[in-house]
């Protein structure tokens, strides 16, 4: 069981729908972050939230920090071939030196 | 920028065999990870580092061990390979709270057979 469980685990959709990717857990973070991970690569960060409720916008993306901080989602608004990637996200627990990594979405946009 | 670097990029070896996969980092950071991703999954953290001469286990820190004689390197040792070790490993560095990115390497694609 992992402490950080996202949905879905794969996601293929068409080039200008609209998705939404979870990340949940049953413990409290101090602050939660969003990574793309391409073929090959290592992840690259998105975003950082910090504050229960905090919702932070990257262009057609939507990050939101549960009110609890135990879980958070990411909202893609008219989805591009360029989002084609995975999508991490990764807590922090009490401000710690260590991230727990979720298993990651695995979404796929065909033009 | 360099950032941080993995070497080598791909590595097969026999089970049995050792070998350290090397990172080195030119942001002066003083935090460094190790992470080990399986196929299709997330990251599972191995080993990470709060300064020279300071390392800690993470998750999944069997079979692997680390040192951190500098601030710039970290390098991670498997001694006796096993197939179960086959993963993409990523070194990871940042500098300071977590409002700040995790900077990752490229990986390193290791296969025991």
């Given at each position: 069981t992992q402490l950080l469980e996202q949905s879905p685990q794969f996601l293929s959709i068409q080039e200008g729908e609209n998705l939404t990717v979870y990340c949940n857990s049953s413990s409290v973070f101090s602050s939660l972050q969003w990574y793309r991970q391409e073929p090959g690569e290592g992840p690259v960060l998105l975003v950082t939230v910090v504050t229960g409720g905090e919702v932070k916008k990257l262009k057609r993306l939507t990050f939101q920090f549960g009110d609890a901080r135990k879980d958070s989602s990411l909202h893609i608004t008219?989805?591009?071939?360029?989002?084609?990637g995975l999508y991490l996200c990764a807590g922090a627990l009490n401000a710690g030196n260590m991230l727990t990594f979720g298993g990651g979405t695995r979404l796929m946009v065909k033009p | 920028n360099a950032g941080v670097t993995q070497t080598p990029k791909f590595r097969i070896l026999k089970i049995g065999q050792s070998m350290t996969l090397q990172c080195a980092q030119?942001?002066?950071?003083?935090y460094m990870y190790w992470y080990r991703q399986d196929p299709g999954m997330g990251l599972k953290l191995i080993y990470y580092s709060v300064g020279a001469g300071i390392t800690d286990k993470g998750e999944v820190p069997n079979g692997y061990n680390v040192s951190r004689s500098t601030t710039e390197d970290f390098p991670l040792r498997l001694e006796l390979a096993a197939p179960s070790q086959t993963s993409v490993y990523f070194c990871a560095s940042r500098g300071?709270?977590?409002?700040?990115p995790q900077h990752f390497g490229d990986g390193t694609r290791l296969s025991i057979l």
């Open positions: 008219a989805a591009q071939p360029g989002d084609t | 030119d942001m002066n950071h003083n300071g709270p977590w409002g700040q």
